[in-house]
């Protein structure tokens, strides 16, 4: 642990940039996450909704610190960061395929091997809320193998599930809010994702050829922070305009 922190003594800069990009991804994420998890419980009487996600969150948390648990494994891993980076693109690019945008936004319970066996014994709304926790396990692994893949700072790796912990409670809402004000901005956050996919992809360099120029520039402070100011600036940069000039135009 003691390396990890001098890790980001020695680069405090470049620790910021990273933990500022494991925000983008966990919230990105939350954000799907949270669509699928509304989407189920679409079919409760009202007064069961919030119940049901609210039993939601606490196993987001339970499966989020198992994940953790196992993040000083998966670290060990050199394989997991072009994996990872692979997943992220996967993520970029199924969002500007034509007429399949939103397709994991919505669950069929109905469909479910799982809800249907245990909807008999359990009934609607737990059957739902067993459904969810399954939901959360999966979402857990996801968040928790992009983060992992991401940075092997054990330091890190924790603020960045604890931030996706947050991130499902407050900041995937935040978004939901945002980019249904301003749509453009979900164009900017898969970039942006994509953006981070092929950085980590590009870590085969840094494995196979550690002390190649190319590979030096990528584990520099240098290149997380602009990385990081990339990321910002297809935010804010559209935002702004928009703002000044409507253009990308904006919902009134």
């Known amino acids: 642990m003691n390396v990890h922190v001098q890790e980001i003594l020695d680069n405090p800069l470049a620790a910021l940039a990273v933990v500022g990009n494991l925000v983008i991804i966990e919230s990105l994420l939350s954000v799907d996450n949270a669509a699928v998890l509304a989407t189920m419980v679409g079919d409760l009487p009202r007064e069961q909704r919030q119940k049901a996600l609210r039993y939601g969150i606490i196993g987001a948390y339970i499966f989020r610190g198992i994940c953790l648990v196992l993040a000083a494994y998966l670290v060990q891993l050199w394989f997991l960061k072009p994996l990872g980076g692979l997943y992220l693109l996967y993520l970029s690019a199924k969002q500007f395929i034509p007429n399949r945008q939103h397709e994991d936004e919505t669950i069929d319970k109905?469909?479910?091997?799982?809800?249907?066996?245990?909807?008999?014994?359990?009934?609607?709304?737990?059957?739902?809320?067993?459904?969810?926790?399954?939901?959360?396990l999966a979402f857990s692994i996801d968040n928790v193998f992009a983060v992992v893949a991401y940075t092997d700072n054990l330091i890190l790796i924790c603020a960045g599930v604890f931030i996706g912990i947050l991130a499902m409670?407050?900041?995937?809402?935040?978004?939901?809010?945002?980019?249904?004000?301003?749509?453009?901005?979900?164009t900017a956050a898969f970039i942006v994702i994509g953006l981070l996919g092929i950085k980590l992809i590009l870590s085969l360099a840094e494995h196979f050829y550690p002390t190649h120029p190319f590979s030096l520039f990528l584990q520099s402070e240098a290149a997380e922070v602009g990385l990081t100011v990339i990321t910002v600036a297809l935010f804010v940069v559209p935002w702004a305009?928009?703002?000044l000039f409507n253009w990308p135009r904006r919902m009134s």
């Open 169 to 186: 409670r407050l900041v995937a809402q935040a978004f939901v809010v945002l980019m249904g004000k301003y749509p453009f901005l979900e």
């Open 241 to 243: 305009t928009s703002k």
């Open 110 to 136: 109905q469909r479910s091997w799982f809800y249907r066996h245990t909807i008999g014994f359990l009934g609607k709304f737990w059957a739902t809320v067993a459904l969810i926790e399954l939901m959360d």
